[in-house]
């Protein structure tokens, strides 16, 4: 009974995010940051707060890139509208099956996939940047590119993560910031200071 729950939401996420972002506004600013990797064959990381996740959704949908999701409830709905749009999935977070979880991503860089992942979540706190995310880059040798997302008019859900959704007719700009490469020979303390740089890139460039 709740494997035909997650799959009717699944299916009626994906329809409902389709129609809701026909009558919106995109504007890309950036995104040679990444553009200039692809045209390589170099996969990337992409990092944003959790509760910008929806419009990413829809925007990048059909390329391919490997998302972790949490192993919770919550987390299989995502993975129904996230595989329904063309995105690979890796089911994990730092609080649970976090091991499977970067190995699962490290696996999908080498093989030439790029890779999401919310550093914030999946439960929060909300927009602080956990570090774990920047064992992934540095093991697969991935360049990150922060992402941060506004709107000219949204809805905010009451949930941890101050979730973002663009109102119909709204202009979401979707900014991709300069590309920050992570020293193989970094330590926990090095990956901790940079963990807290980039929290502080995306919460400079976070409206709301």
Known sequence: MKSLRFKSVGAFG??????????????????EHYGRFREIGQPVMFVFWHGQLLPLVHYHRNEDIVVLVSE????????????????????????????????????????GRDVAVTPDGPRGPSRVFKHGALA????????????????????????????????????????????????????????SLIADELGDTLRAGTVG
């Open 72 to 111: 919770h409830d919550d987390g299989e709905y995502l993975s129904r509208v996230l595989l329904r749009n063309g995105f690979g999935v890796v089911r994990g977070s730092s609080t649970r099956g976090g091991a499977r979880g970067i190995k699962g991503l490290v696996d999908a860089a080498k093989e």
């Open 14 to 31: 994906t329809g409902l995010l389709k129609g809701h972002f026909l009558t919106t506004q995109i504007e890309r600013v950036g995104s």
């Open 136 to 191: 992934v880059a540095q093991a697969a040798g991935l360049p990150i590119i922060p992402i941060v997302v506004s709107s000219t008019s949204e809805w905010r859900l009451k949930s941890w993560d101050d979730f973002m959704v663009p109102k119909p007719f709204s202009r979401i700009r979707i900014q991709y910031l300069e590309a920050r490469a992570i020293p193989r020979g970094a330590s926990r303390a090095d990956l």
